[in-house]
């Protein structure tokens, strides 16, 4: 056996692939240039686009070095020269000294004032295909650079981004201002001639510093797309564009860029403090350990202005401010909020100053593992870091519509511009896709007072320090989706949640007390609601009634008219028509006064029908899904059915093959609980929900439980039923749905935060009833008094808490005369944990 020695080699071509896969665009390849101008401590950077330059690069090599090498671009000619600069006037043999001439139009030059690049460093890492020594070791942060900055770039891929730029990349750098500049080029053109990269011709050199350079300057000259560069406005779109990469916030920028395309100049915009200070709303999150050496905490305060609860923008609006505001500046709704019960629930701090710059601030503490997972590999703490939403009024308020007037040019045009949550890593932009914030959400949750896309400007931001286990994809777009950005995406959530919360829970109670005061100014209800629907019935009877009476008598009177004017009339009947026709007028009226609703009567009613209404269009939506899940379990049921026979089939033909037997086996498995998931839905049917059946609740409890065996195990969770034996009589769909939601429920806190083997639920039954319990962290106290109302929930939107399972299970119950009740036990966090299911209306013995 002979054995040879042989290499890898990469093909040229891969760096434009990588390139032109790892940048998205041409504001982000010169992006990732600027950042190193921040990694190498540089104060500033600058940006220099000439569109107008026409010039010319030289390279001396040998002809097998360079002679292959003259494919030309748009923007790039290529000649091969001798080295007298003429002509060749015959092919050269491969050691022949000769010349490559590249003759370049328009050039992108980004320019710092940093450490600079060593000449070894140049060869040796540079041009090193993913070399960087900025790399940690060891999985730790970064090591800081001299003025205590944390690198942003660790790939050594960053400066492949150039070829979406152009043709040729030249680096120019000196250490030192009196130190010669080093420098180093190369053709993107040349990867599609050479085989391997090895082969691709660079030009490495040298010369004096006569202008006392030190610092960095890398070109890209031929450059690409010269028409869309030459545009009138590419100069606002560039700045624009480089302006949301790097960090457009006062608070948080400190490394200033300036851009100049074709002598005109402009610098990086910033959304100032001044612009900021314009909201209406603002939500400040610090993310970070309450004390020395504790676990994170997510400390969250909301700010809201006066202009937001009050706003002007309809005549309901108005007539609301003025009501709640107008008569002694809003003292007596600042009082009410302050004695809330439901906010001092929900917040540990509540400020409310009817005549400060902010009319409310509420602060609120998360525990660690409130927010986290107790799983790390799930979501795992992604390290200290802070944040803030600010929230704009775009139309409506009392600014006018240019921000002249106020001097802030605060626009919505400007808001929209910078519109959305940016994350911000050392001062630069992580390109994030959409509205990964998912703030839109809002827009169709239910609620409409959430936070708004175009009306919500706001950051988080992280350091390379304090966040390095966030590790960004290699094209730039966003983090690498591993426990720990789904441990910061949950914070973030929770953020937003906190936001839109506050939001809600504040405007909401305008709604609440501007109500509260309609009904206080009407006399005392001497009916119920229904009543007075009837009580409106009943008068609408009375006037088709009498609008019948009075036609009949309008056509007697007529006749009796037409008669007194015929010859020959009586003319003592006159005096007899005109009687007849008083009285008519008379009942008439006595009939409209008794017929007509008072106004108090129909104010109440409105108010009663304007709340009602808003809660049936929130149900509508959930609504919507029990359509579709009782459409979906029918078809689930047709496709199921033809699962298992193809699974029949295939065990026939499988023979004794045990691997496919194993993979048969998880099918079927898996077909079994769709079926239990599906029987949930199906027993809600028209036809099932009046049939009521007299069993044991303990049988009926163990058998729901043996059914999510599988559910639970996956989930590292048991669960048990104990107790004495009872039997009820009631509809089973119901009580199938109460203890499902329950056990779900106590399955999803479960999993948030308690160690899987620590997983359990208990059932135990009593005379009356049922107690339901786990080993979860309890209910939230902020909700402990609101659980059971629509629309409260403590999880994420991603998380489909929509606030309407435990509000359905206690309407569910009702419906038997039964109820559920959050027990005042508390567990050993000092939650409430134990759910009381009351059957005594339905038990009946054993």
């Known amino acids: 056996m002979t054995e040879s020695i042989a290499e890898l080699r990469v093909g040229a071509h891969v760096l434009v692939q990588l390139g032109s896969e790892l940048v998205t665009d041409a504001e982000q390849a010169i992006l990732e240039c600027v950042k190193n101008a921040y990694d190498a401590d540089s104060p500033t950077c600058r940006i220099e686009i000439d569109t107008r330059e026409r010039a010319s690069r030289t390279e001396t090599g040998t002809a097998a070095r360079l002679a292959r090498f003259i494919e030309d671009t748009d923007t790039v000619l290529a000649t091969i020269e001798g080295v007298d600069g003429q002509p060749l006037s015959s092919e050269p043999g491969p050691d022949t000294p000769v010349v490559r001439r590249l003759d370049y139009e328009g050039r992108i030059t980004v320019e710092d004032a940093g450490t600079g690049i060593a000449s070894a460093d140049l060869a040796n890492s540079w041009l090193v295909v993913s070399g960087s020594g900025k790399r940690a070791d060891g999985g730790g942060p970064k090591a800081r650079t001299a003025l205590g900055r944390t690198p942003l770039g660790d790939k050594g891929l960053g400066r492949l981004g150039s070829m979406k730029l152009g043709d040729i990349l030249l680096v120019e750098t000196a250490i030192a201002p009196d130190a010669e500049i080093a420098s180093a080029q190369f053709r993107w053109r040349d990867c599609d001639t050479a085989d391997t990269i090895d082969q691709i011709p660079v030009a490495l050199g040298s010369r004096p510093n006569i202008d006392g350079f030190k610092g960095t300057r890398v070109s890209v000259l031929g450059l690409r797309d010269l028409a869309e560069w030459r545009r009138d406005r590419r100069l606002a779109e560039i700045t624009a564009s480089l302006a949301r990469l790097i960090s457009p916030f006062e608070a948080t920028s400190t490394f200033p860029v300036t851009v100049e395309l074709d002598g005109r100049e402009n610098t990086l915009g910033m959304v100032t403090d001044e612009l900021l200070s314009r909201a209406v709303a603002r939500f400040d999150f610090n993310w970070g350990p309450a004390f020395e050496g504790g676990p994170n905490v997510l400390h969250a305060t909301a700010r809201l202005r006066k202009r937001l609860l009050a706003p002007m923008r309809s005549d309901r609006q108005r007539t609301r401010t003025a009501a709640v505001f107008e008569a002694d500046g809003g003292a007596a709704f600042a009082e009410t909020l302050r004695a809330s019960p439901r906010l001092r629930k929900r917040y540990d701090d509540l400020s409310i100053d009817p005549d400060g710059a902010w009319f409310a601030e509420l602060d609120r503490t998360d525990a660690h593992d409130d927010t986290l997972a107790a799983d790390a590999a799930v979501a795992a703490d992604p390290g200290p870091f802070r944040g803030a939403f600010y929230f704009f009024h775009l139309v409506g308020d009392d600014d006018d519509a240019d921000g002249t007037a106020s001097g802030s ?37 239910g609620s409409t007072y959430n936070m708004r896309v175009d009306n919500t400007v706001g950051y988080f931001v992280l350091s390379g320090s304090e966040n ?15 426990a720990n950005y789904r441990g910061f995406l949950r914070i973030a959530r929770r953020c937003r949640d906190f936001a839109n919360g506050a939001l809600v829970d504040v405007r909401r109670s305008v709604d609440a007390f501007a109500k509260k005061l309609e009904m206080d100014r009407l006399p005392p209800p001497e009916q119920t609601f229904e009543g007075a629907l009837s009580t409106v019935g009943r008068r609408l009877k009375t006037v088709v009634a009498m609008r019948a009476g009075l036609g009949a008598a309008t056509v007697r009177l007529t006749k009796e008219l037409d008669d007194l004017g015929a010859p020959g009339a009586d003319p003592s009947r006159a005096a007899a028509v005109v009687r007849e026709a008083l009285r008519s007028i008379d009942e008439a009226g006595a009939a409209l006064t008794e017929a007509t609703p008072d106004s108090d009567l129909l104010k109440r009613l409105q108010l009663e029908v304007e709340e009602g209404r808003a809660q049936a269009e929130r149900l509508v939506e959930s609504a919507a899904v029990g359509l579709a899940a009782r459409g979906l379990t029918h078809e689930l049921r047709t496709h199921l059915g033809e699962i298992r026979q193809r699974v029949t089939r295939l065990e026939r033909s499988a023979g004794g093959g045990t691997a496919a037997k194993q993979h048969l086996v998880a099918i079927k498995r898996s077909c079994a609980a769709l079926q239990q998931a599906a029987s949930l839905v199906d027993p809600l049917m028209q036809r099932s929900r009046a049939v009521k059946d007299r069993f044991g609740l303990v049988e009926f409890v163990q058998t729901y439980l ?18 004495p034996d009872t039997s009820v009589r009631m509809n089973r769909a119901r009580l199938l749905q109460v203890v499902d939601n329950l056990v779900r429920n106590s399955l999803f806190w479960m999993r948030r935060s308690t160690p899987e083997g620590k997983r359990m639920i208990t059932v135990q039954t009593t005379p009356g009833g049922f107690i339901l319990e786990d080993t979860g962290p309890g209910v939230d106290p902020r909700v402990e008094e609101s659980l059971f109302d629509l629309f409260v929930t403590t999880k994420h939107q991603e998380e489909e808490g929509q606030g309407l399972g435990l509000f359905i299970v206690n309407q569910l119950l009702a419906i038997d005369g039964c109820s559920i009740a959050l027990s005042p036990d508390r567990n050993e966090e000092g939650r409430r944990y134990r759910f009381t299911v009351d059957l005594s209306a339905v038990t009946t013995g054993i």
């Open 409 to 445: 040019g605060v626009t919505p045009s400007l808001v929209k511009s910078m519109a959305g949550v940016a994350i911000l890593r050392d001062g630069f932009q992580v390109r994030s896709r959409g509205d990964w914030l998912e703030l839109s959400s809002g827009m169709t949750s």
């Open 468 to 482: 390095h286990r966030l590790v960004e994809k290699s094209d730039r777009e966003g983090f690498v989706e591993d």
């Open 706 to 723: 043996e059914q999510r065996d599988g559910t639970l195990a996956r989930w590292g969770a048991t669960a048990a039923v104990q107790g």
